[in-house]
């Protein structure tokens, strides 16, 4: 009996052996897909080097690979921080980056997973980032020179982020705040200056008017000094006549009974004109 129970267990044995070697086998290599980067590791200590996309061979069973996604990245960031003027400010960024391929390996050492990364590093780096660029102006100029403060965030977070196999793509500013007083404080400004501008308004108003009346009693002025030198030179008291005339033509004056005008028999003939001799219709 046991001489024909020994063959049958060689083919079992067979069998095991050859499962093993592929398990073995597959566990032997790692496939590392476009957009990633792997840190291996044996025994627990990782190895230098970053396994880039392509087919790469792991010692079995003691070996492990920890993958880490290199694409963009995108989260989004709240910083606080006072202004040169020591004025509440508060921003939110959205943050694009990736992980340097060739850093994993640190970065993995170092930090460990993409969410210990953002909370330990990212976020951290922008709060401080934002301090740098805010405290460099009042938070009138951090409004008015928004272009300005994100470019001075920009290197900041640049330069801090660099060291640690982060880079960045792009920053934007998706929010920024100020404090309720300064609010007020703006809008009070904004109401003084268009107060102002209507006290200017007014005075300006004020002083062309006064120059138009100016001009006006200058023109009359000339007026009646050309009106008198004209009276003076011969021919004058036809103009009073036909003054008069045309003053009576418009019903702006009422003819009298007798017009005498020019009475200076020296000068000219007088003019007459008496109503009494006009017949009655």
């Known amino acids: 009996m046991t001489r024909q129970s020994a063959p049958s267990l060689q083919p079992l044995l067979g069998g095991i052996i050859a499962a093993l070697l592929v398990v073995i086998s597959f566990n032997s290599f790692v496939v590392i897909n476009p957009g990633q980067a792997g840190v291996l590791s044996v025994l627990g200590k990782a190895q230098n080097g970053a396994l880039l996309e392509g087919l790469h061979f792991k010692p079995p069973l003691v070996s492990a690979v920890d993958v880490y996604d290199v694409t963009v990245q995108k989260f989004e960031v709240p910083a606080q921080s006072a202004t040169k003027d020591l004025q509440d400010l508060s921003a939110s960024f959205a943050i694009n980056f990736r992980l340097d391929p060739v850093q994993v390996v640190e970065i ?16 951290p780096q922008t709060q401080e980032s934002f301090k740098i660029a805010a405290a460099k102006r009042t938070v009138e100029q951090a409004i008015t020179q928004r272009s300005e403060l994100k470019e001075d965030f920009d290197n900041a977070l640049n330069s801090r982020l660099e060291k640690y196999g982060i880079i960045v793509l792009d920053t934007s500013v998706i929010d920024l705040n100020f404090s309720p007083e300064f609010a007020r404080a703006v809008e009070d400004k904004q109401i003084a ?21 100016i001009n006006r009693a200058k023109g009359k002025a000339e007026a009646q000094r050309l009106l008198a030198e004209t009276l003076k030179a011969q021919g004058g008291e036809l103009v009073l006549q036909k003054e008069a005339i045309e003053a009576w033509k418009q019903g702006g004056a009422q003819m ?17 004109f008496n109503l009494g001799d006009l017949p009655a219709e």
């Open 108 to 123: 993995r050492r170092t930090q460990g997973t993409l969410q210990n990364i953002v909370s330990k590093i990212v976020a």
């Open 193 to 213: 200056e268009q107060k102002a501008q209507r006290a200017v308004y007014i005075a300006q108003e004020a002083e062309q008017e006064a120059q138009a009346d």
């Open 256 to 272: 009298p009974k007798v017009l005498v005008m020019g009475g200076d028999s020296k000068s000219s003939v007088p003019f007459l």
